[in-house]
């Protein structure tokens, strides 16, 4: 029984290979081959390789971007969209006069040619990775703080790929990382952050007060943001008495005022326009009712 089983086994794998060899002869073979990964700086130039050993009269080409929906790139012999206007081909490969960041994505070129085993398809996947530079950060520095408070001034960038790291300049010196090392460490007690781009003081002195500005760099290149000064003042506590006093002493001028208006009788009196007005009503309200009496006796 075991040897029965092995036999039925061997010529189940015969058939197996040999339904196989004949799907290669009548419809041909697909080959995909390695991944690249290109990189190339914005506005420059780079090849989009496609890796294709012979080219014939009767190869097909076509070059297509993948992503959420495919596009055509290369299509009938004929480049599509934009690229017809600043890409090239060089055999099967892409040229891009001007690449920008728009063009990052993964791409497929698909070359398909006739071979002693039928129709040979083959295919190459190449990810373009576009760098760019920063543009000029946005930098918010506030114009004035009260020494001894928490004072964060914020640096960020947007356009850069990668994302770039944040450097802070004081009165055009290079803010250190780290301020222990710097000679203006006992002078200044501030957490810079590379990443995100923030400058916090944890106790602003006026000793901090100066202009700032925001450097925002990668390895395609560096921009500034424009300098904004920063005034740190001390807390006046004589102005804040002398204030409180002042408005105390108005608030009891008016209370002594309205109290003595009150022993005066100024708010009970009538005026003598109000008196003049009530008596001119009372005479005119007698003589109309002297005429209805007389009236009425007629």
């Excluded at 029965?4 to 080959?31: D, E, F, I, N, P």
């Excluded at 085993?117 to 576009?130: A, H, I, P, S």
């Excluded at 760099?217 to 300098?227: F, I, K, L, Q, T």
Aim: aromatic residues 10%; glycine residues 6%.
């Amino acid at each position: 029984m075991a040897r029965r089983s092995r036999h039925r086994l061997l010529l189940l794998l015969l058939r197996y290979l040999v339904v196989a060899l004949g799907y290669h002869k009548a419809y041909g073979s697909s080959a995909p081959k390695g991944h690249q990964v290109v990189t190339a700086i914005e506005y420059q130039e780079v090849i989009l390789a496609c890796k294709y050993a012979k080219k014939t009269m009767s190869s097909r080409l076509e070059w297509k971007k993948l992503g959420r929906s495919v596009s055509f790139v290369y299509y009938q012999q004929s480049l599509q969209g934009d690229f017809k206007y600043r890409a090239e081909m060089i055999d099967f490969s892409i040229r891009i006069k001007n690449v920008t960041r728009n063009d990052a994505g993964k791409y497929r070129c698909e070359i398909s040619a006739p071979s002693k085993k039928g129709q040979n398809l083959e295919e190459d996947t190449v990810t373009l990775e576009v760098l760019v530079a920063p543009a000029v950060p946005s930098c918010n520095v506030p114009s004035s703080a009260l020494s001894g408070t928490v004072v964060e001034l914020r640096c960020h960038d947007k356009e850069g790929n990668p994302a770039p790291e944040y450097t802070w300049f004081k009165d055009g010196v290079n803010l250190l990382e780290n301020p222990r090392r710097g000679p203006q460490s006992s002078n200044s007690s501030y957490t810079m952050n590379t990443k995100s781009g923030t400058l916090q003081f944890n106790a602003v002195s006026k000793l901090d007060s100066g202009e700032y500005f925001c450097e925002a760099h990668n390895s395609v290149g560096r921009r500034r943001c424009h300098a904004k000064r920063m005034q740190v003042d001390d807390l006046n506590i004589r102005g804040i008495i002398a204030a409180v006093v002042g408005v105390a002493f108005v608030i009891s001028v008016c209370g002594l005022g309205v109290c003595y208006a009150q022993r005066k009788g100024y708010f009970s009196k009538e005026t003598s326009f109000q008196r003049s007005n009530s008596a001119s009503k009372a005479t005119t309200m007698s003589e109309n009712d002297f005429k209805h009496t007389k009236s009425f006796i007629i």
